[in-house]
């Protein structure tokens, strides 16, 4: 491994996978309908699966794609605050 995160070969692809697979799910459940772009479950999805790739573009030394999913966890973060901020105010006009 070439990347700053010393992992094993095996750990650092079950990141990768996992990640990946995070975010291709959240996309076909929103594409098929399951789910919004303004869903919770969607934003933790691409939350997690950024988060995850992050881990695994460090152990591999991919440092352009890590600008990408740091991009990725920064909207996602975003959408998750705005998600909490709508079902605020909704709790305050009840």
């Known amino acids: 491994m ?36 303004k869903s919770l479950w969607y934003e933790l999805d691409n939350l997690l699966g950024s988060s995850l790739l992050i881990i695994y573009q460090l152990s591999v030394g991919s440092y352009v794609t890590v600008v990408l999913n740091i991009v990725w966890v920064i909207v996602a973060i975003n959408g998750i605050t705005s998600i909490a901020q709508r079902r605020r105010g909704k709790r305050k006009k009840t």
């Open 2 to 37: 070439s990347g700053i995160l010393h992992l094993s070969t095996e750990v650092s692809t079950a990141f990768g996978l996992c990640g990946a697979s995070c975010i291709l799910l959240g996309f076909y459940r929103t594409s098929v309908g399951k789910w919004t772009g």
